[in-house]
Nanobody
Framework: QVQLVESGGGLVQPGGSLRLSCAAS????????TGWYRQAPGKERELVAL???????SYGDSVKGRFTISIDNARNTVYPQMNSLKPEDTAVYYC???????????WGQGTQVTVSS
């Protein structure tokens, strides 16, 4: 069983930066797609970034050019870097690991990010 634990959320002013992390307690093989999602109050969960098991990283339109995501495979940890934050980026951010062809999905518990002056 794999557990995903997000951290790094908090309160930041507009224009600021924040780096989140998602650590996997178990081993995540290269067959997993890694995703970051967010959900704002009253809105549906939306994709922020996706690192597929094969292919290139992609970003949601609302965060392109501001967010980047990297993986430290040795530590089984994913690091989304969020720059030029806007109030509309306020949401709970979740990491997700999904097996590329088996019905296996893991979600983290989420970390709150609030962008406000």
């Amino acid at each position: 069983q794999v557990q995903l634990v997000e951290s790094g959320g908090g309160l930041v002013q507009p224009g600021g930066s924040l780096r989140l992390s998602c650590a996997a307690s178990g081993s995540i093989s290269s067959l997993y797609d890694t995703g970051w999602y967010r959900q704002a109050p009253g809105k549906e969960r939306e994709l922020v970034a996706l690192i597929p098991s094969a292919g290139s990283t992609s970003y949601g339109d609302s965060v392109k050019g501001r967010f980047t995501i990297s993986i430290d495979n040795a530590r089984n940890t994913v690091y989304p870097q969020m720059n030029s934050l806007k109030p509309e980026d306020t949401a709970v951010y979740y990491c997700k690991e999904k097996h590329s062809w088996r019905p296996v999905v893991y979600w983290g518990q989420g970390t709150q990010v609030t962008v406000s002056s």
